[in-house]
């Protein structure tokens, strides 16, 4: 059974957030719901400072603390390591939000308009809250599945396809011969906040 992760390349990131648009088109996530993120940094003083794009999302962890703490067992550890949420058993108790160290969970009441208040949907706003309601579900905890219906077509996640500058490798981490595998153990590959103990799948390749 595939263990599946991502490989994120800090040197090739240069935050033009396609990752993080492709994943709110793919998925039709309402305002303020981003299952992928974009942060940024910088370090050092002029004229040496260096700015750094930190692309995160859920982590699917080996060791998740949502898990643990998911009172109904709708937070759910598949057979190949991807961490999912089966809506209809969630009752929207937020545990697995506050256990979870990467802050990579989102709760929505409601799917709202992106737009002022008193307009009326349009049609696409329409079809994206039927999307989101079917497939997401209301007021229960709601967190990236690396695409899990996409890669059943064969597909990578949206984020990977999305990458115009191909920081993301997605696989089978224990196939020694493919690229994530490969390049974790070429250029050290490393996960955040290791001390934590959660054992993420998401490894990142270092910065300039």
């Known amino acids: 059974m595939p263990r599946y992760g991502m490989v994120i390349d800090l040197k090739r990131c240069y935050g033009c957030y396609a990752c993080v648009m492709a994943c709110k088109v793919k998925n039709h996530t309402p305002p303020g719901v981003?299952?992928?993120?974009?942060?940024?940094?910088?370090?050092?003083?002029?004229?040496s400072a260096v700015r750094q794009a930190l692309p995160v999302l859920c982590m699917h962890c080996e060791e998740p603390?949502?898990?643990?703490?998911?009172?109904?067992?709708a937070t759910v550890q598949r057979d190949d390591g991807v961490v999912v949420v089966e809506k209809d058993k969630c009752m929207g108790c937020k545990y697995c939000m506050m256990a979870c160290p990467y802050g990579a969970r989102y709760t929505v009441e409601s799917w709202e308009s992106y737009f002022p208040d008193g307009l009326e949907l349009s049609p696409y706003e329409q079809?994206?809250?039927?999307?989101?309601?079917?497939?997401?579900?209301?007021?229960?905890?709601?967190?990236?599945?690396?695409?899990?219906?996409?890669?059943?077509?064969?597909?990578?996640?949206?984020?990977?396809?999305?990458?115009?500058?191909?920081?993301?490798?997605?696989?089978?981490?224990?196939?020694?011969?493919?690229?994530?595998?490969?390049?974790?153990?070429?250029?050290?590959?490393?996960?955040?906040?290791?001390?934590?103990?959660?054992?993420?799948?998401?490894?990142?390749?270092?910065?300039?």
């Open 34 to 47: 981003f299952w992928s993120r974009l942060l940024k940094g910088e370090t050092g003083e002029y004229p």
């Open 65 to 73: 603390s949502c898990l643990e703490v998911c009172p109904t067992g």
């Open 127 to 208: 079809f994206a809250k039927r999307y989101w309601e079917e497939h997401s579900g209301v007021g229960v905890a709601t967190k990236c599945d690396f695409c899990l219906d996409r890669r059943e077509e064969g597909r990578e996640p949206a984020c990977v396809e999305a990458c115009p500058a191909r920081a993301r490798s997605f696989g089978d981490l224990d196939d020694l011969g493919g690229e994530p595998a490969t390049l974790i153990r070429r250029h050290r590959g490393a996960v955040l906040n290791p001390e934590l103990g959660n054992k993420p799948k998401i490894y990142y390749l270092e910065p300039r």
